[in-house]
């Protein structure tokens, strides 16, 4: 994943200069159409009865974390709920390990053990994929507490749902983080239905980037289905983390095109209104359209990047079927740490 | 090449449904994401959106089918994304849902004497050389002093663990020797700091988590079974949680029911954890300071009552205790007397009346719940072939009703009597002084309990 080169600050001073230069704009396409890609072959694979239970997909949101990985560096941290196929291939793990966790085989990043909400990389910094609604927030305010314990500049970011912040361990969170000054930046990603409930039938507040203010955080909403304006959110965020002035916290708005899981009818909102947004508010297209009208990107260096995409997504297909089930050993393995 | 729609399973359960309705016809062309058709299944109707690009050439199943088998083909697309069809005609590895029975099935039989069970091994109680005479509050507080010394990743935090220097006084001392960072005070948010502390055990902090008393660990329990005991196993084994949670557990007097729970049975069910539950003061350090060094999440069940009780403990700086080992405190011949925590207490008192009737009781200290050391209580029943077991908690699914089971389970021939619980009243605790005492243990029903089993 690229990482953040320039600052905004010194973008926003040159009005004519573009948002996002035109290597860092294709690699957020390129990155954010993998996404969607991975999550419309997992949603295929899952029609095929070869990913069982839950399984929540991303598409529609893939701006969300694709911009803001670009703000991060090595060894901050990404936590997230179940919705989390796209965080982990926006950290760069594997679109094959993460497939065949799908699929529960052995070349998972689990080992088939965890599933679509349960996998986990330390290399990438990414600590997993809960499934409690709400506990991923507490965690990931460990994950800050443990940077602020090393007093290393590093930050925890740490996502959840619009659901999830009506949660009161979110509240606990929020308030140990700014007491302690955590390094840690609260994004709530707004899609604007948990499950079947919207936002407005769920919670009393209106601007949940204020959720912080009783503790001082400051808060922002941002256009979450613009991946530009994510990552320039995103680098104030890291910046005030990394100074060591206490957590942020970012409202995302956005949307998910699909249910909340796999066997979700959706009747809480009309067809229309996805078709709206899709239309007139995909990440992806709006990414395609600048780089075209813009930054004169040939449709045949697209189809240079679609066709890479959809060869990885293809291979994670087709390594997630021919990857074995764990052995009947793996059972009984991994209960503790043994060797003590 | 040419592609085929399947038809989708919705749910994991879905074998079948209806094709209520076409979005699209023959000749149409369709992108990724558009809705083609609908599908009704028993309990809602959903829309079925296209994977691949192309342009359908055929409907197979034409609307309004009932009872359309899951991946059968419904149309058929032409053109487009070349991968496609290859994946639809190449998933021809059986459905791994078929194996699940058979697996389950399996491995109950193979279920090995696994990870609650502890090793086998018959050893005798090391000899630490020198003791001193020291409080179980001042065992504690020196096993994480020395921990802490010994390594900087190890931190306490919880309620009024510094600056008042902790409820109970156990972290005496700690926040002068160790500073703010590592003697951390918490705001009453159970849920959420140990959540944190879990998160910062992620990454390989080493947190001991105070609660003031384990009934407030109810809290957070969410974070201590959901988060630290199975995210090891969720993750393959890449993600461990090397943490500590102690407090006081169980009944401290006159605090009524909320206040006045056991948690040995609520923890010791859950694998992924480890469970112990020192009596002595040389229990509280050794087992403490083991519990700090395990790579594991382990529960230390600490007794109110008992942290100002002194005992002769080892002075040996390297003095620690194996996890999953229990001590024969008090030899005997005539029946086994299991108890843990402040019920050993009891045993030892019980056993003194009975030698007193000639009645000689071995005394087992169980020290680690889980893993359970089925081996040393059993060794003793096969001498005895008497067993009472001793807990302050609720019967029910209790700690006795365990080592009752796993006695009948490997001894089960060796047994002269049908073992015999003694334990709190299966209610919630009341406030009342003369309530309070019927609803807990009391010596007279062990050592009753004792010659019943011995027909005495």
């Avoid at chain 1, 289905?225 to 983390?241: F, L």
């Avoid at chain 2, 001991?208 to 090891?232: C, G, H, Y």
Wanted: proline share 4%.
């Amino acid at each position: 994943m690229a990482q953040a080169a320039e600052t905004s600050t010194k973008r926003r001073g040159k009005a004519k200069e573009p948002p996002m230069s035109r290597e860092h704009l294709l690699t957020a396409y390129r990155d954010m159409l993998l996404i969607r890609r991975f999550e419309e072959k997992a949603g295929q694979l899952y029609g095929m009865g070869l990913i069982g239970g839950f399984c929540h997909l991303y598409i529609g949101q893939e701006a969300v974390v694709v911009g803001m990985q670009m703000c991060l560096k090595d060894g901050d941290q990404v936590i997230t709920s179940y919705r989390d196929h796209g965080h982990m291939l926006a950290t760069g793990m594997e679109a094959r390990g993460v497939m065949a966790e799908l699929t529960g085989r052995i070349g998972g990043y689990s080992k088939g053990k965890g599933g679509s909400m349960h996998m986990f990389s330390r290399e990438k910094g990414f600590y997993g994929g809960h499934g409690i609604v709400g506990a991923q927030v507490s965690l990931g305010a460990g994950l800050a507490f443990a940077n602020w314990y090393r007093e290393n500049d590093n930050v925890a970011v740490t996502y959840f749902g619009e659901g999830a912040s009506n949660q009161g361990q979110v509240y606990e969170s929020l308030n140990l983080a700014a007491l302690f000054k955590l390094p840690c930046i609260f994004i709530i990603e707004n899609n604007k239905y948990g499950m079947g409930t919207s936002v407005e039938r769920a919670s009393a507040s209106r601007d949940l980037s204020q959720n912080g203010a009783p503790w001082g955080i400051p808060g922002e909403q941002v256009n979450g289905m613009d991946v530009i304006a994510v990552r320039e959110a995103g680098e104030r965020a890291v910046a005030h983390c990394r100074a060591g002035k206490g957590p942020y916290l970012l409202e995302m708005k956005t949307y998910r095109y699909r249910g909340h899981s796999m066997s979700d009818p959706a009747k809480y909102r009309t067809r229309e209104e996805v078709q709206k947004m899709r239309e007139t508010s995909d990440c992806i297209e709006t990414a395609r359209k600048m780089l075209v009208d813009q930054f004169a990107v040939t449709e045949a260096e697209l189809k240079v990047i679609d066709d890479d995409v959809k060869a990885i997504v293809q291979d994670s297909a087709d390594f997630a079927q021919q990857s074995p089930e764990p052995p009947e050993s793996e059972l009984w393995t991994d209960v503790l740490v043994e060797g003590r | 090449m040419g592609a085929v729609i399947l038809m989708p399973a919705l749910s994991p359960t879905m074998t079948e449904g209806k094709l209520a309705r076409w979005l699209k016809n023959v000749g149409d062309a369709v992108k990724s994401g558009d809705v083609i058709a609908e599908i009704e299944t028993d309990k809602a109707t959903m829309e079925v959106e296209a994977v691949d690009e192309g342009t359908i050439t055929a409907i197979l199943v034409p609307e309004g089918t009932e009872g359309v088998a899951v991946n059968s083909t419904i149309a058929e697309l032409d053109g487009g994304a070349g991968g496609a069809a290859q994946t639809m005609h190449g998933i021809t590895n059986k459905n791994p849902r078929e194996n699940e029975k058979m697996i389950a099935d399996s491995g109950a039989k193979q279920r090995p004497e696994a990870s609650v069970h502890a090793e086998p091994k018959a050893e005798v109680e090391q000899d630490w050389g020198p003791t001193k005479p020291i409080t179980v509050r001042e065992a504690l507080r020196d096993a994480m002093a020395a921990e802490m010394r010994a390594d900087s990743a190890v931190f306490l935090m919880g309620e009024e663990v510094a600056q008042y220097q902790g409820a109970y006084k156990v972290s005496q001392g700690l926040l002068d020797e160790f500073g703010p960072k590592r003697v951390i005070d918490t705001p009453i948010t159970e849920h959420g700091f140990t959540g944190m502390a879990v998160g910062a055990a992620f990454t390989g902090l080493k947190p001991i988590v105070e609660f003031m008393t384990f009934n407030f660990s109810m809290q957070a329990i969410d974070q201590i079974i959901n988060s630290a005991a199975k995210t090891l196993y969720m993750s393959g084994g890449q993600l461990g949680c090397q943490i500590v949670f102690r407090g006081p557990n169980g009944a401290a007097s006159r605090v009524a029911a909320q206040h006045s729970q056991c948690y040995a049975s609520w923890y010791a069910h859950c694998p992924g954890l480890k469970v112990v539950a020192p009596w002595s003061a040389a229990d509280a350090k050794g087992l403490l300071r083991a519990a700090i060094r395990d790579p594991n999440p382990v529960i230390v069940l600490e007794n109110e009552i008992m942290y100002g009780q002194t005992f002769e403990c080892p002075t040996a700086d390297d003095f620690v205790l194996p996890i999953g080992k229990a001590k024969v405190e008090r030899a005997g011949t005539d029946v086994t007397i299991v108890a843990f925590s402040i019920m050993v207490g009891m045993a030892m008192q019980a056993a003194e009346k009975l030698a007193e009737q000639g009645i000689s009781a071995e005394v087992i200290n169980l020290r680690s719940l889980r893993p359970l050391d089925t081996e040393t209580i059993a060794n003793s029943v096969r001498k005895t072939n008497r067993l009472v077991t001793l807990e302050e908690g609720w019967p029910y699914a209790g700690i006795g009703a365990e080592v009752a089971m796993q006695i009948m389970e490997t001894c089960f021939d060796h047994l002269d009597a049908p073992p015999v619980r003694v334990h709190g009243l299966d209610i919630p605790m009341p406030y009342a002084a003369n309530l309070e005492k019927l609803a807990l243990p009391r010596l007279e029903q062990v050592v009753e309990a004792a010659k019943s089993v011995t027909y005495k």
